[in-house]
Structures are given as C-alpha cells and as structure tokens.
C-alpha cells in the first residue's frame, strides 16, 4: 500500500522560510517524478514544482520562483520543498504526489497518481 504523509506545515510570518517534507511508503521514491501542489480556499489545486527521476526536467510555477526548491532524498524515500520568502498568497495546502513514470507529461494533477493528505501553510503579513 503506497502512502505519502506530509508534514512541516504551519504558521510562519512574512519572508519567514518553511520546509514541507513528504515520507513515502511502499513505493521506491528513486526511479520516479514527483512534484508539489497547493490548493488555496476557494481555488483550484496548482501545481508548483515537478521533478523528474533524474533531475534533468524541473518545473516551477512563476510564482513561485527563486523562493521554493523542490528535492528528494532517495535514501530516506523522502521528498521535500523547501519555501523560502513566503508571503500571504502562498497560503494554502501543500500536497505532495508521485508519478508512475521517471518523467512527468505536464506538472499537472492528473498526470501524477499517489498523493499525500495535505499539511496546511499559513502566512501571517
């Protein structure tokens, strides 16, 4: 049974940094894509950061460039986005998902197939 269980989520002030992590289990992080989406109140779920297996194919939303970093640590099977910068539109919640291929079509929702409960990010201005 595949599970993805966010954590690192809360409230942070202003141009203060937080760091999300994702524990992956029953599935080997290393050979495929994995990405970051948030859903803010009202809004449709975004997608903010892909990977691919190799690293050679990223993908950031514009908004969120220069300040997040998406990596992963093969050995712990864990994912992480570090959220650096944040400011009050990141407000929302951050889901972590994982591909079934070493490569992603689109960082988009319906291109990735397991997926996290979602950890809650509040920035206060």
């Known amino acids: 049974q595949v599970q993805l269980v966010e954590s690192g989520g809360g409230l942070v002030q202003f141009g203060g940094s937080l760091r999300l992590s994702c524990a992956v289990s029953?599935?080997?992080?290393?050979?495929?894509?994995i990405g970051w989406f948030r859903q803010a109140s009202g809004k449709e779920r975004e997608a903010i950061s892909c990977?691919?297996?190799?690293?050679?194919?990223?993908y950031y939303a514009d908004s969120v460039k220069g300040r997040f970093t998406i990596s992963r640590d093969n050995a712990k099977n864990t994912m992480y986005l570090q959220m650096n910068s944040l400011k009050p539109e990141d407000t929302a919640v951050y889901y972590c998902a994982t591909h079934l291929n070493s490569d992603y079509l689109e960082c988009a929702q319906w291109d990735f197939s397991f997926w996290g409960q979602g950890t809650q990010v509040t920035v206060s201005s």
């Open positions: 990977i691919s297996s190799s690293g050679n194919s990223t």
């Open positions: 029953g599935f080997t992080l290393d050979y495929y894509a």
